[in-house]
């Protein structure tokens, strides 16, 4: 079961999932139009799902679909960092409160299943030292990175007390197919559209804050490794690619692969400035060191699949 099955990440883990033999997949999302969840990114693959339409805030909704599961992937969450300084109390309820009640729902209909928890690798802040990895300590900036990094310490208290099979992942930057193109959610697919729309891809400053980018499929191979990986329970793993560019970078290359639009560089808006991460390299060597996963593609190659499954029936 994908928990926020319609939403980026859930529509690509869908597709991947659906390259194994003999599961049935059920997605469940709320298809809040505020987080741009649409049921329009299962359109391709929908007679081959079983689709529940609900949120996980509702308790009676949870006590029917969590048992029965063997594996659940909760990547259900508002996801926006400016909205969540805009609706502090809305985020805290979804990403803290609904974390709680899928946990809660595990350990009362179905504590066997192992659960995979989506989080943000921003829930350690700036970076203090050239690398930051499990060790690093943690200084959110913004009520969404503060939320996900509470609900990381669920997982872990839920697996050591009540023996729940739980597995954290923290991802980076994801870009590819059934991004959304709004700028709250992630700069990335953001770029991608204003690149495919001929517009002007605006970059804060110098543009040469560093950032860790990963294409989507990446994510969705170790979300599904994690999900029986014997190493991982209990725990909490940077899953990012070893590419770092600047932001500069990643809107040229944007702009070259789709061959389309122009980069102009703008000052900083003062919010954005203050929770601002600045140049940010982390690694996933403790992952890679106990799974051998890495991620398959670089950054234009990501970009290179993402123009053809844009462009393609995926």
Avoid at 38 to 63: C, H, S, Y
Avoid at 144 to 152: L, Q, T
Avoid at 247 to 263: L, T, Y
Wanted: proline content about 5%; aromatic content about 10%.
């Amino acid at each position: 079961m994908i928990l926020g099955g319609a939403g980026f990440l859930g529509a690509n883990l869908v597709r991947r999932l659906l390259q194994e033999p003999d599961f049935e997949i059920t997605v469940v999302d709320s298809l809040d139009p505020r987080f741009l969840s649409t049921e329009e990114n299962l359109k391709k693959v929908r007679e081959k799902i079983e689709f529940i339409k609900g949120n996980i805030l509702d308790e009676a909704l949870l006590k029917k679909i969590i048992p029965g599961k063997d594996v659940i992937f909760q990547l259900a969450a508002q996801s926006s960092h400016p909205y969540s300084l805009e609706h502090p109390i809305e985020d805290a309820e979804i990403n803290c409160l609904g974390n709680l009640r899928v946990l809660e729902a595990l350990k009362a209909y179905n504590p066997q299943a192992r659960i995979v928890f989506s989080s943000s690798s921003t829930a350690v802040g700036r970076a203090v030292g050239d690398v930051i990895d499990e060790a690093h300590g943690e200084k959110p900036l913004d009520i969404y990175s503060a939320n996900k990094s509470v609900a990381e310490k669920y997982y872990r208290i839920y697996h050591r007390v009540y023996d729940i099979p739980t597995v954290v992942l923290r991802f980076a930057n994801l870009y590819g197919p059934f991004g959304k193109f709004d700028p709250a959610f992630g700069f990335v697919n953001y770029f991608i559209h204003l690149a495919k729309s001929g517009k002007p891809i605006q970059i804060y400053g110098e543009g040469d804050q560093t950032r860790n980018v990963m294409f989507a499929e990446d994510a969705a191979d170790i979300l599904w490794l994690a999900a029986s990986h014997p190493k991982l329970l209990g725990e909490t793993f940077f899953a990012a690619s070893q590419e770092h560019h600047s932001v500069k970078e990643i809107a040229q290359a944007i702009v070259e692969v789709f061959d389309q639009g122009r980069i102009e560089q703008i000052p900083w808006p003062d919010v954005r400035k203050r929770i601002e991460i600045e140049k940010v390299i982390i690694s996933s060597a403790k992952l890679h060191y106990l799974t051998g996963w890495k991620p398959k593609y670089s950054l234009r190659q990501g970009l290179e699949l993402t123009k053809q499954r844009m462009e393609g029936n995926f």
